[in-house]
């Protein structure tokens, strides 16, 4: 973990996680690493209490070099709705760490849990105004997160509302053109829960999700590229 990244990090494949707090983005990072890379808790403080950037590695799912290895950095923000910040002020600092030391960024997942306030929403909103989502919707991913103790029928529901209050595309899928022609169809939107101390085929279906929602990479749809003039929105 480190706090800082360099010009050749531009290289490795960014991932973003963003969201309120106590939505379990860190635990989703650790499950990502399968190894507890960041601190996670319950709690109406945001346990992240700065931009993180995790280092590592990861065989990449794309549609030129499917199997290769790259540099991969995980970027774990800061909770909205943290007891020491305002929403507005937790969203400037992300940004501000971002522009600082990121120029391109591959993947964005937008995790909610819970009930989602709407000042919650509305800075969640601004975010993806920020990185121009109605441009780059193949680059966003919208989890709901904690929906282990849902039945299905609340798992359609309460992803559809974050969809809804988000103004995610409810429709967008990613596609992805594997060795020998195979196409994958890969959710955008979904639903996921990890009980504490699960067994791994408990959250199998859950880990496969959430590892081809970070890292399946569809080259035909370019990085997310930060730009000075795009940070004006605050």
Known sequence: TKNILTEADNDSYNVVFIGPTGCGKSTLINHLFNLTVVNAAASAESVTRKVEFIEGTTIMRNTERHGFKRGLNIIDTLGFCDSLFTAEEVLSMIKSSLELNLAKIDKVLIVCSGRIENHHAEAIKQFMQWLQYDKNKKRFCFIYNKSDMLTEGEKVTCLLK?????????????????????????????????????EFK?????????????????????????????????
């Open 202 to 234: 408990q959250i199998e279906t859950d880990m496969n999700k959430l590892t081809h929602a970070a890292l399946a990479d569809d080259k035909r749809h370019p990085r997310i590229h930060l730009e000075k003039s795009l940070c004006s929105i605050l």
């Open 162 to 198: 974050m969809c809804e209050m988000l103004g995610a595309d409810t429709t967008d899928d990613a596609v992805i053109w594997m060795e020998g022609g195979q196409k994958r169809v890969f959710k955008q939107n979904l639903n996921l829960g990890f009980p504490p101390m699960a």
